[in-house]
């Protein structure tokens, strides 16, 4: 299996990465500079720079782009529907490192994380940026995407566990009634699916027991 992480320096693409090659899989890092991760394979190009030819041959595309700032917020959904127009109509997997903020917390799916009292003002772009990319792919049925949101508690530092709660649309708690996972552990659930593919078009997530 071939496998491209884009934007495989940043802290869950070097995490994926990690993950991919010490289960024997074939992948490519994807970097805008120098490579930072543990891959050999190296394409350096800014991600809106990629064409199809560079992609061309893989099995399974990782978009793990980031943005933090007001400035770079809005480049999320326009990263996903780039690289959904490049994966468009082959047989490559789109698998994208997605947010928490729109996961639902009814059985109805009217009310999302972001909607909460509680949910805080400063996140709100981020998780507004991360809700307009799923809605973008959900209208994509010529690419075979997943989009793959972490528990609401992303632990960028967080301990490797090697275990991780499956999920789908609605957001799920531990057996602590928490919502929590470590970057180490959402890159098992992103290479879980990447292997086994179980998921096309649609969303899941996960959390850490």
Request: aromatic share 6%; proline share 3%.
């Amino acid at each position: 299996m071939k496998i491209a992480v884009v934007c495989a320096n940043g802290k869950a693409g070097r995490l994926i990465v990690k993950e991919a090659l010490e289960r024997g899989l074939d992948v490519t890092a994807v970097v805008r500079g120098e490579n930072r991760s543990e891959a050999e394979k190296v394409i350096v190009k800014d991600i809106f720079d990629l064409t199809s030819s560079d992609l061309e041959g893989f099995d399974v595309v990782i978009d793990a782009f980031g943005a933090w700032t007001p400035e770079t917020i809005g480049e999320i959904p326009k990263a996903v529907e780039h690289l959904c127009n490049l994966t468009a109509n082959t047989d490559a997997r789109l698998l994208i490192v997605g947010g928490a903020g729109s996961l639902y917390v009814n059985q109805e799916h009217t009310a999302c994380v972001a909607d909460s009292p509680d949910f805080p003002e400063a996140f709100k772009p981020l998780a507004a940026a991360h809700d307009k990319a799923l809605r973008q792919l959900r209208t994509r049925n010529d690419v075979k995407w997943t989009y793959i949101s972490p528990a609401g508690d992303f632990q960028a530092e967080g301990a490797r566990t090697g275990r991780y709660i499956p999920g789908g649309e609605e957001l799920v708690l531990n057996s602590k009634g928490e919502s929590v996972i470590s970057y180490a552990d959402y890159a098992i659930a992103m290479i879980d699916e990447a292997v086994r593919g179980n998921h096309i078009q649609q969303r899941i997530s996960a959390v850490s027991e």
